[in-house]
């Protein structure tokens, strides 16, 4: 089986641009998480998503938004990037909201 | 809100030293406990796990560890560690339906 594929792998945008990220969760997983980790720091929270419905959100401004669609995949949106945004974004699938597999991530630099 | 505390940043040792990694959760309730490791170039991969029963847990590649209630404690130990173990570790933690809580992270270096 395939694991968790994330899309896509790097990316830079400039300050005030819009990114969108992109996620596929293990087959037959219906959970959908996704977390920030920028260098020298373990993953923070950002959303988590169950049977598309939002489940969990962490400490993150309103520019940061998700959706989870009827096939269980996922997007993160950023608006209006800030340089702090910089970071690897890792998204997480799991069967039982229990034991979540990680995914590759997308490596986001914002200039 | 939950925390982890992970002692070290950095650690360095020879092969077939002995390693203990320490991690430390503010959470008093029951919770899950996980170990994530995240060799170079690669994406965060399942280490161990602690759901429930026996304390102390046996993961991947001889690595395993102990969780101890009273201390809010789950450190993570192998007898030996290879060139290979060389990697950045992670300890987390998770309450109910909650989403992971990670510690900093400590970078391994096992120098051949």
């Known amino acids: 089986d395939a694991g968790v594929t994330q899309s896509p792998t790097h990316l830079i945008k400039t300050r005030g641009q819009h990114v969108t990220l992109r996620c596929s969760p293990i087959?037959?997983?219906?959970?959908v998480s996704w977390y920030q980790q920028v260098l020298g720091q373990g993953p923070q929270f950002i959303f988590q998503?169950?049977?598309?419905?939002?489940?969990g959100r962490g400490n993150f401004p309103d520019r940061f938004s998700a959706r989870q669609f009827p096939n269980y995949s996922s997007e993160l949106n950023v608006n209006a990037l800030l340089l702090g945004d910089s970071a690897l974004y890792l998204c997480?699938?799991?069967?039982?909201?229990?034991?979540?597999?990680f995914g590759p991530g997308t490596r986001l630099t914002v200039t | 809100a939950q925390s982890v505390s992970q002692h070290n940043h950095h650690v360095i040792l020879s092969e077939a030293a002995s390693l203990e990694l320490g991690c430390n959760y503010s959470?008093?309730?029951?919770?899950?406990l996980f170990w994530y490791v995240q060799y170079p170039g690669q994406h965060l991969q399942l280490l161990l796990k602690?759901?429930?029963?026996?304390?102390l847990v046996k993961g991947i590649k001889g690595f395993e560890a102990e969780f101890i209630k009273s201390k809010f404690s789950f450190n993570l130990r192998k007898p030996s560690v290879q060139w290979s173990d060389t990697a950045e570790y992670f300890c987390?933690?998770?309450?109910?339906?909650?989403?992971?809580?990670f510690g900093k992270g400590t970078m391994l270096l096992v120098s051949p």
């Open positions: 997480a699938s799991s069967y039982d909201r229990r034991e979540q597999y």
């Open positions: 087959s037959g997983h219906k959970s």
């Open positions: 998503y169950y049977e598309k419905e939002e489940r």
């Open positions: 959470y008093g309730g029951t919770v899950n």
């Open positions: 602690y759901f429930s029963g026996d304390p």
């Open positions: 987390a933690v998770k309450s109910g339906y909650s989403t992971l809580t």
